[in-house]
């Protein structure tokens, strides 16, 4: 398949550019730059443009005749979308819409959207399923929710438009090659700061709230490796091109570890220690967060190779310890805090 990939260039679709070349499709990358690198992608086609760009993205279809879209493009920072509502609406809703819009009118009817567990907010329960309420608590859960409201009412019910939306919860890790990983400028991710921190980037690292009811007191998330997130857009492009309705399925591990088990993790693998700074909780941050991920296990056939912390940690590492200032291609205009 002749695949076009929107926001390649950034840290989950430079790993799925690779697996689709990988599994023998075609990976079009089509990244505007703000936020990914360059070097990120290697033998792939790259266009520079922008999902605001509706002549270049048809004329991007037409030219590598695209059969399906895997649609990464946006910005993800909670802090920032909370200071920047209007950036976030216009670049996340306006311009998944103008994509969209531009498949839909060059005959691309093929979709996998990256969607966010930010879309449930603070659940009653965990495991999250997808059926749960949707109540983001903030600007950029909302901004995506937005977008899988489209995608449902406009352009599958109007236009049949076939697509998958996955609910990535933490993407960490890097692909076991060391040459592609996370380089988000600033950081906001919890295993990166992490690393950084080992390798005296970092003085050490917060923990936002020490007194959860959780066994060490500490947050628990569900941490998935990149390179798993990466294996399931093939998968859903496999299933739409075989039939499969349009659906949302969570995307993550199926278990949690605490923030204190994460940093453990990393000083076992980096073999340096880090210095924890103890701090409040956060507003609207919950004590448990995991992916119900039964559906896509079932549905898809996609199940994890990575469960062990210490396995994922050990591929981020190597990217880190490799490439300590990332891709090498800071810019000053980013203003991404959370
Ligand atoms: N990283 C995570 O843990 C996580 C979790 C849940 C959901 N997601 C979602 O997954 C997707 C990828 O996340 P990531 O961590 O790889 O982000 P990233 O910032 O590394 O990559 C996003 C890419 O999109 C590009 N981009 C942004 N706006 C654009 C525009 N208007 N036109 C063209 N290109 C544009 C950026 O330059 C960047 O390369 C995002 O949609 C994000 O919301 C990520």
């Known amino acids: 398949m002749n695949v076009l990939v929107t926001g390649g260039a950034g840290y989950i679709g430079s790993h799925t550019v690779r697996m689709l070349e990988k599994a023998g499709h075609r990976a079009i990358v089509y990244d505007d730059l703000s936020k990914g690198h360059r070097a990120a992608v290697k033998n792939s086609v790259f266009v520079q443009g922008s999902l605001f760009d509706s002549r270049l993205l048809a004329e991007t279809i037409r030219r590598h005749a695209i059969d399906a879209v895997i649609h990464f493009a946006a910005f993800s920072c909670v802090g920032e979308s909370m200071e920047k509502p209007q950036e976030y609406y216009h670049n996340n809703v306006e311009g998944s819409l103008n994509l969209f819009e531009a498949m839909v009118a060059e005959g691309v009817g093929t979709l996998v959207f990256s969607s966010t567990a930010a879309v449930y907010g603070e659940p009653e329960t965990t495991p999250i399923t997808e059926d749960m309420a949707k109540n983001p608590t903030n600007v950029y859960g909302r901004t995506k929710l937005a977008v899988e409201t489209a995608l449902a009412e406009q352009y599958s019910r109007v236009y049949g438009l ?24 600033p950081e906001t991710h919890l295993v990166p700061l992490i690393l950084q921190a080992c390798l005296g980037k970092r003085s050490g690292i917060k923990i936002f709230g020490t007194d959860y009811s959780t066994p060490d007191g500490t947050c628990i998330r569900d941490y998935i490796h990149v390179n798993d997130l990466a294996a399931a857009h093939l998968l859903a492009l496999d299933a739409l091109a075989g039939g499969h309705r349009s659906d949302v399925y969570n995307l993550g591990n199926g278990q949690g570890f605490s923030v204190q088990e994460v940093i453990d993790a990393a000083e076992a693998v980096s073999g340096r220690s880090v210095r924890r700074e103890l701090a409040g909780p956060r507003a609207g941050d919950p004590a448990v967060l995991i992916a119900g991920a039964a559906k896509i296990r079932r549905e898809l056939g996609w199940k994890p190779e990575y469960t062990d912390m210490k396995d994922i940690i050990g591929t981020a590492w190597r990217w880190h310890l490799a490439h300590p200032d990332g891709y090498g291609d800071k810019r000053e205009d980013l203003g991404c805090r959370n």
Not at 163 to 181: K, M, P, Q, S, V
């Open 162 to 185: 076939k697509y998958i939306t996955l609910r990535y919860f933490n993407a960490c890790g890097a692909d076991a090659a060391g040459d592609i990983g996370e380089d988000h400028d």
